[in-house]
Each structure stands twice: as C-alpha cells, then as structure tokens.
C-alpha cells in the first residue's frame, strides 16, 4: 500500500464505512488507527448508515426496543460528518469520528438516558469542539437532503460485500482490492498483535477465493459503555443477522 494523503475519494489506501453508533465499528477503527501509524496507511473515514440500510425492517418485530432510536441517532451524527466533509475536506471525518466515539462509547453504560441520547445536539457539540470544528455545524443534525449522499454511499459499502453484513465495512487497497464486513472484535489488541492481526487480515483478503469467516457469538466489546474492562471478558451473546435481531 503507498503513503501519502488521502485528500479525496479513491486515494486512501483503507476505506473504512462506519455508523458511529455501532460499536464493533468502534473497537475496529481504534484497531485500525494502531495499524495506520504502524504502516502510515492512509484511510478514508466513510458512511454507512445502520438505519438507511435496515429502512425495509419492521423494528418493533425484528429488533430490541432501543434500536430505532439509536440508528436514527446514527443517521443524524452521519448527516453532520457530511457537512463536515463537504465544507472542511475528507481529513476532517477521522477526527469527527474520534470524537463521537469518545463520547458516546468511551464512557459508562447509559444509566437510564433516553435511547436516541448519542443524536442530541449537545453531544454533537461536544465532538465538533473536540474535533476543532465549528459547532454551528450542529444544525445538520435534521438535514434530510443529506440522507441521499450517505445511503449512495452505504449503497456502495453493501455493494462491494453483498447486503448481509452490518458495520464496519473495510475495503483493502480500493478501488480493486477485497472488502469486507470487520473484522469484529471485541478486545483491542497491543501494538505487536494489531500488526499480526493485519497481516493475518489482510493475507485472508488477498486471496482471490476467500468469501467469509464467520461466527455469530461474540463477546460484549471492552467499552466503556458496556462496562466492561480491558480485564474483563465480556458477556458472549448471539449477533445472529450481524445485530442481535429478535428475529431473521
């Protein structure tokens, strides 16, 4: 993969679809960003909406209650990371990202907020300021006329690995390298095992014949949000359809 900076779309040399509510997208991108200053790879920090990409599922029957209201909360985060891109370049996205993971999944367990809390504006205001940018970029939040770019864009993550897949999507060496959904972990690897892991990742990638390596049961990430620590290991639940549905 080459150096350099990814100052427009098709440069990088990861692309990196994410919802930043997901949190298996979350532990992935910190994976990803260790890797990144190992190799000094390139990414591009691109959307794809959990909400757009389930608009077909009937929620009450197919998800736990708190679901709808934490991908719309998705959707509108994407919205402002859209306006943030268009006005402040590509480069901006990653540190946007890193901001509202701080705030929504570095810290603990909702403690009986609203579901939907991660999309308010005084979350969004926090992430822009940590992020250096303008908080005005705010009002977004409810800027429809976005949804059009970010499902074209979500359109393409699920075309490049087929649509039974969740977040993240990471497509290798693009435009002709392999994509595909995760790899989901739970436990942050250190420096010398998120190498490893790459290039056991990226060597599966390679191969022209390789489709999917998959398992269901998977253990609550080391998050704050979940409450668990990097001592602990989380509770193993079954992700079956990728996202704990209540039903296929």
């Known amino acids: 993969m080459a150096a350099g900076i990814a100052d427009s779309a098709g440069t990088a040399d990861i692309n990196f679809y994410f919802d930043p509510i997901c949190p298996f ?46 991908h719309i909360a998705g959707l509108r985060l994407l919205r402002v990371a859209s306006a943030v891109r268009e006005k402040h370049g590509r480069e901006a996205v990653g540190p946007l990202y890193t901001a509202y993971g701080a705030h929504i999944l570095e810290v603990g367990p909702d403690g009986g907020r ?5 999309g308010t504006p005084e979350l969004a205001t926090a ?26 864009e979500s359109d393409e993550a699920l075309s490049l690995t087929g649509k039974d897949v ?38 599966l990638a390679q191969f022209p014949g390789f489709a999917e390596l998959k398992r269901s049961l998977r253990e609550q990430p080391q998050l704050p949000s979940f409450g668990v620590t990097t001592q602990e290991t989380g509770k193993v639940e079954d992700w079956h359809a990728g996202s704990r549905r209540l039903k296929k």
């Open 25 to 70: 997208a979350w532990m992935t991108s910190k994976w990803i960003r260790i890797v990144q200053a190992q190799r000094d790879y390139t990414v591009d920090w691109r959307f794809i909406s959990l909400r757009l990409i389930n608009s077909h599922i009937d929620y009450d029957s197919h998800f736990p209650p708190e679901y709808e209201a934490q």
């Open 114 to 118: 609203e579901p939907g809390w991660q």
């Open 127 to 152: 992430a822009l300021t940590e992020a250096g940018l303008p908080t005005s970029l705010v009002e977004f939040l409810d800027d429809t006329s976005r949804d059009g770019e970010i499902q074209a």
């Open 166 to 203: 969740g977040t993240p999507i990471v497509h290798f060496e693009p435009p002709y390298g392999a994509a595909f959904f995760g790899p989901v972990i739970s436990r942050l690897p250190d420096e010398e095992q998120a190498a490893k892991l790459w290039d056991h990742v990226v060597g």
